[in-house]
């Protein structure tokens, strides 16, 4: 069993930015790969990133490439998504995953993921 908190989110102004944490908990194989992905109102739950704990791998989004960086703290089993130049569009509950299959073409589809946070909002004012 892994258990996923997240922390980090929060109100920033349009332009700003927030770091997202997501720690986790049990036994996380290093062959592994996390993955981020939001949810606004009343739309579908989106991929965002998704870092590998093996070698640090990355990709993300088209919506988030060259603002948004995944890392991983392998001593502390913690990821993190630093956000920047946010934008009002970037506002929803950010969800941390990870999926046991590991890195792979499958890392953008939720439906890879086997275990999730609860989420935590992010709010960006215009």
């Known amino acids: 069993q892994v258990q996923l908190v997240e922390s980090g989110g929060g109100l920033v102004q349009a332009g700003g930015s927030l770091r997202l944490s997501c720690a986790t908990s049990?036994?996380?194989?290093?062959?592994?790969?996390m993955g981020w992905f939001r949810q606004a109102p009343g739309k579908e739950r989106d991929f965002v990133g998704a870092?590998?704990?093996?070698?640090?791998?990355?990709d993300y989004a088209d919506s988030v490439k060259g603002r948004f960086t995944i890392s991983r703290d392998s001593v502390k089993n913690t990821v993190h998504l630093q956000m920047n130049s946010l934008k009002s569009e970037d506002t929803a509950v950010y969800y941390c995953?990870?999926?046991?299959?590991?890195w792979g073409p499958g890392v953008s589809s939720e439906y890879e993921y086997d275990y999730w946070g609860q989420g935590t909002q992010v709010t960006v004012a215009a």
């Open positions: 995953a990870v999926t046991l299959a590991g």
């Open positions: 870092i590998s704990w093996r070698d640090g791998s990355t």
């Open positions: 049990g036994r996380t194989p290093r062959t592994a790969a």
